[in-house]
């Protein structure tokens, strides 16, 4: 099954949040197929740059999320998408696009801290885990 990750679960992995290590680490042991819009490092990097993170450590582990994961890349079909997913559940347009993404690749399980994405999980047939 292909899983989806969220920006929000590689701040709170960074940050060393339990419950996001312990799902990480069965991920990976499991060799799962894990998912992230290639925006979800512009966003991991904008918002820990601004908390002051040493911008080298932040590269250290962001190499080790392009290696366990598949980045994705926005295309045209993704934009058309982001702006539906905008306009009906009322995302910010970056979520959008990251939702986008994970969506269209056929990801049937996404894992954020954004409980703004819940709704669309009704509408969308995929599983959304808010974590905190």
Same mark, same amino acid.
């Given at each position: ?9 590689? &701040?709170?992995?960074?940050? +060393? ?5 312990? %799902?990480?680490?069965?991920?990976? $042991?499991?060799?799962?197929? #894990? /998912?992230?819009?290639? *925006? ?15 911008? @080298?450590? *932040? ?7 392009? =290696? =366990?994961?598949?980045? &994705?890349?926005? $295309? ?5 998408? =982001? ?7 009322? #995302?910010?347009? %970056?979520?959008?696009? &990251? /939702? =986008?993404? %994970? #969506? +269209? @690749? +056929?990801?049937?399980?996404? #894992? ?17 885990? &808010?974590?905190?």
């Amino acid at each position: 099954m292909r899983i989806g990750l969220d920006t929000g679960f590689f &701040i709170s992995l960074y940050q +060393g949040n339990e419950e996001t290590a312990v %799902l990480w680490q069965k991920f990976v $042991d499991r060799d799962e197929e #894990l /998912l992230v819009c290639v *925006l979800s490092g512009y966003e991991f990097f904008r918002v820990l740059m601004r908390r002051g993170e040493p911008m @080298n450590e *932040l590269e250290e582990f962001w190499e080790t999320i392009e =290696a =366990a994961c598949e980045v &994705i890349p926005v $295309d045209g079909r993704t934009v058309r998408e =982001a702006a539906k997913l905008e306009n009906t559940y009322h #995302l910010g347009g %970056l979520d959008s696009l &990251i /939702l =986008a993404v %994970l #969506l +269209g @690749n +056929g990801c049937r399980e996404i #894992l954020t801290t954004d409980s703004r994405w819940k709704p669309v999980s009704k509408k969308k047939r995929v599983k959304i885990k &808010i974590l905190s």
